[in-house]
Every structure is written in structure tokens, then in C-alpha cells.
């Protein structure tokens, strides 16, 4: 069974401070998203990394791809408040069929 | 381009009715995805479809559920019998090719509440 796992599960800061967020597990996936979900709402794609040490960047955000591809981080530079959201990983796993998602970080960014 | 299409985006039914929750994905998309949501939770895998075959329901409960994606038409993710327990919001979604760096894209979701 292959799962991931995302810290903090809660994080709630202040605008314009920085912060990371992570999605880990011990399998290895052939890929890795990141969605960002609002309240109401489906989750919207943020990004793919699809190699190991990727390093991809959108805006104030950057996500990395862990070398052995069983992690992945992402950070926020100078948070706003309209970065409030849950914050979701998913992997596509080599062997199985479905996408796997992570429990979620739910960021509360303050003005 | 219209994205993808869930609807309806509330229904409310009481407990032994059957509720039915269509999926229209991109134009284009052949693969479709239905997750399940419990509110302050992740998304849970139910069932991967292409067009006319079922690929992996391994996420679906044994009774009660099934899903569609016919020929022609929306899919469907029907729930017969429903239970307090299946109140939940549903979520589909589409992607185009089942490859490396697979993207799904997802509809607004319906919120199914039972009485």
C-alpha cells in the first residue's frame, strides 16, 4: 500500500512570512502533483515534477522533487493571504493503477 | 475550453434513496477519476475509468456503488441505497493520457448530504 503523508497538518502565519510544506512516503512514485483546493471547490493543479532533484518554480512558489523520488517539498516565499488553502500532494505510482493523494496541509496565511 | 463538468453540485437524499452524480470530463480526456472527500480530510481514490471499461475500482465499496463511463455521455458514480455515511463530496476528474507526469484535472465536486 503505498501512502503519503504531509506536515505540517496545520500551519496558519502571517502575510508576508515564508514556509514549507512537505509530502513524503517510502515508495517511489513516477511522478508527483501538487494541487491547492479552497473551500467549495475542486482541487486545481499547481504543478508536476516528474525527475528526481526537479526543481520547478511558480511565482513565490518552488517545488522539488526528492532525488529518490519518494518526497517532495513545497515553499512559499512571502505568503499572501490569498494563499489560503489545503495544500495537496498525489503520486502516480510505477505499479498501481490510481493516483495516491496525501491528507492535506491546510495553510491559513493572516493579514 | 470548458473544464470539467460535475453536476448536480448539491443533492440531498434520504436515507434508501439512490443518488446519482454524473461527471462530464474535458473534450479530449478519456480517463476519468472519482474521489471521495470527507470534509477537513484528503481525497480517497474510488475508481479509474476509460471509456466503456472499468480499470481499477479497487477504491469503491462492494455494495451499493458503481460506475459508468459509456460510449456516449457523462460518467456516472451511482450509490444505491444510500446511508448517512455516504454523506460526502464527490469529485471527478479527467486526464487526457494514463502516462508518465499523468495530470488530472478536476470538476467543482457534488456535496451529497442524506437525511
Known amino acids: 500500500t503505498q501512502l503519503l503523508e504531509q506536515s505540517p497538518q496545520f500551519l496558519s502565519i502571517q502575510e508576508g512570512e515564508n514556509l514549507t510544506v512537505y509530502c513524503n512516503s517510502s515508495?517511489?512514485?513516477?511522478?508527483l502533483q501538487w494541487y491547492r483546493q479552497e473551500p467549495g471547490e475542486g482541487p486545481v493543479l499547481l504543478v508536476t515534477?516528474?525527475?528526481?532533484?526537479e526543481v520547478k518554480k511558480l511565482k513565490r512558489l518552488t517545488f522539488q522533487f526528492g532525488d529518490a523520488r519518494k518526497d517532495s517539498s513545497l515553499h512559499i516565499t512571502a505568503a499572501q493571504t490569498g494563499d489560503t488553502g489545503l495544500y495537496l500532494c498525489?503520486?502516480?505510482?510505477?505499479?498501481?493503477?490510481?493516483?495516491?493523494f496525501g491528507p492535506g496541509t491546510r495553510l491559513s496565511v493572516l493579514p | 475550453n470548458a473544464g470539467v463538468m460535475q453536476n448536480p453540485r448539491h443533492l440531498v437524499r434520504r436515507r434508501g434513496q439512490e443518488a446519482r452524480l454524473r461527471c462530464s470530463p474535458m473534450?479530449?480526456?478519456?480517463?476519468v477519476y472519482w474521489y471521495r472527500q470527507l470534509p477537513e480530510e484528503g481525497l480517497k481514490f474510488m475508481v479509474y475509468?476509460?471509456?466503456?471499461?472499468?480499470?481499477?475500482e479497487s477504491g469503491m465499496p462492494k455494495e451499493r456503488f458503481s460506475a459508468e463511463f459509456p460510449k456516449e455521455g457523462p460518467s456516472i458514480l451511482r450509490i444505491q441505497q444510500v446511508v448517512r455515511g455516504d454523506s460526502a463530496a464527490y469529485f471527478c476528474?479527467?486526464?487526457?493520457?494514463?502516462?508518465?507526469?499523468?495530470?488530472?484535472?478536476f470538476g467543482p465536486g457534488t456535496r451529497l448530504t442524506v437525511l
Open positions: 476528474a479527467s486526464s487526457p493520457l494514463r502516462d508518465k507526469g499523468n495530470e488530472q484535472f
Open positions: 515508495s517511489v512514485f513516477s511522478s
Open positions: 515534477v516528474v525527475t528526481g532533484g
Open positions: 498525489a503520486g502516480d505510482s510505477y505499479y498501481g493503477q490510481n493516483f495516491v
Open positions: 473534450k479530449g480526456h478519456s480517463h
Open positions: 475509468l476509460q471509456k466503456e471499461n472499468i480499470i481499477d
